[in-house]
């Protein structure tokens, strides 16, 4: 059973350029989370989804970030207009519907995000 | 969401056992206690999650006395694959958001 997938592992972008990174949740999951993690410092929470609907997007900047979780396919936390601050460890987490252990999710390995 | 301290950074050496202890004094009632550790360059991984009393897995025990103001992860012998950081939370039973804190990091020697 494959665990939680994102790619790429490494993005590089340029100020002013979109960033799209995905994440696969693990097969029979259907909640998907997204944090964000500086250097030195702990994950920040982003936004959580289902399929078709944000939950909770408490910690989405107001600006030029969104996410998706459509019907088909991978989630996508996309940023437009990259700005160097930007630069971070993005994280996506499932979950399934029925949870044996609460507050457990499972990681994905991140995306590198650099924008020079 | 309750607050929580823990130490910064602690060393240890291959089979000696590795307490970390997570104060959280504003815990509320339906609070859950659960640890995650996060190796480097990866995503954090669940390890234990408790109410009260003591909490025993495969890999760690989790201790919650009785006013429930703080919690101890121990970890039995550890190795150096244990060398890691390590996150305690705390929230309701059924949270989705997950509150990270700087975590302990924990440096095992040989």
């Known amino acids: 059973n494959a665990g939680v997938m994102q790619n790429p592992r490494h993005l590089v972008r340029r100020r002013g350029q979109e960033a799209r990174l995905r994440c696969s949740p693990m097969?029979?999951?259907?909640?998907v989370y997204w944090y964000r993690q500086l250097p030195e410092e702990g994950l920040k929470f982003m936004v959580y989804?289902?399929?078709?609907?944000?939950?909770?997007e408490s910690g989405m900047p107001k600006e030029r970030f969104s996410a998706e979780f459509p019907k088909e396919g991978p989630s996508i936390l996309r940023i437009q207009q990259v700005v160097r601050g930007d630069s971070a460890a993005y994280f996506c987490a499932s979950s399934p519907q029925e949870r044996e252990v609460m507050a457990e999710q499972y990681f994905g390995p991140g995306t590198r995000l650099t924008v020079t | 969401l309750a607050k929580t301290t823990q130490p910064i950074s602690m060393d240890s050496y291959e089979g000696q056992e590795v307490n970390i202890t997570c104060s959280h004094n504003?815990?509320?009632?339906?609070?859950?206690i659960t640890w995650y550790q996060q190796f480097p360059s990866q995503g954090p991984r669940f390890i234990i999650q408790g109410y009260k009393t003591k909490v025993t897995n495969e890999v760690a025990s989790l201790f919650i006395p009785a006013d429930r103001k703080s919690s101890t992860l121990s970890l039995p012998r550890v190795s150096l694959s244990d060398t890691a950081v390590y996150y305690c939370?705390?929230?309701?039973?059924?949270?989705?958001?997950?509150?990270f804190g700087t975590g302990t990091r924990l440096q095992v020697f040989p």
């Open positions: 939370l705390v929230g309701i039973y059924n949270t989705d958001k997950l509150i």
């Open positions: 989804l289902q399929k078709e609907n944000i939950i909770d």
């Open positions: 097969k029979g999951h259907s909640h």
């Open positions: 504003n815990i509320a009632t339906n609070d859950y």
